[in-house]
């Protein structure tokens, strides 16, 4: 089977990959597919369950069970857990938390990594995650680890939060963002890790048109 174009974009949390992923295949007219989401889809189905962080074994058992699909509206990805649209209840710290604790068990990410290969043998896809370059898409077109320095993505957060009228503290951010990264990195499945093939892009000090005109020229 002929796959699509796959661009891979790994990196850690506030990098900046879901806005240059959706800005890049917004141009090249290819589909955004956004993992992070069915991670954190995953985890509001295990919350909603009372299920704790670290009860691995209940994760384990309950994550075959939930029904999650993506679907496209207009461009947009809906994800869909049991049939109803959660995208309104994704972007929470607590979805964000519980998300990072069950994605490094086995079982939710093979099921979870099934999903994400199917979409990409089927179209052309922008996709976006930790683990795309390494373990999703391995034959990846085009491959892109993008990085920041943890104060620069702290600061980023700060400005968005700020902007909602949500309080918040820098150095609590930066704080939340290095366990975070700690936590990715560190997991014994699919860690968090540059492929070998992938190229390096430090966004710290460049601007969203700055990091998507380097995708493009390497894309061309
Ligand atoms: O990118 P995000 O913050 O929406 O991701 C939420 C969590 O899901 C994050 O802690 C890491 C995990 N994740 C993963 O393990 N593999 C992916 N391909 C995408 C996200």
Redesign the pocket.
Known sequence: MKKGYNIAI?GP?GAG??TIAKRIAEEMGFIYV???????AMALYLIRRGIAPDDTERISGLCKEADISIEYRDGEQTVLLDGENVNAY?RTEEV?NM??RS??VPAV?EKLVEL?QKLAAKADVVM?????GTV?LPDADVKIYLTATSAARAKRRYLELQEKGEQAELSQIEQDIIE?DY??MHREH?P?RQAEDAVLVDSSELTINEVVERIRELCR
């Open positions: 790994d949390a990959k879901s956004d993992t992070g989401a069915m991670y954190r994704l964000g998300a990072s994605s490094a990410r994400q976006d995650g930790r683990d795309i999703v975070r936590r990715d699919s968090l």
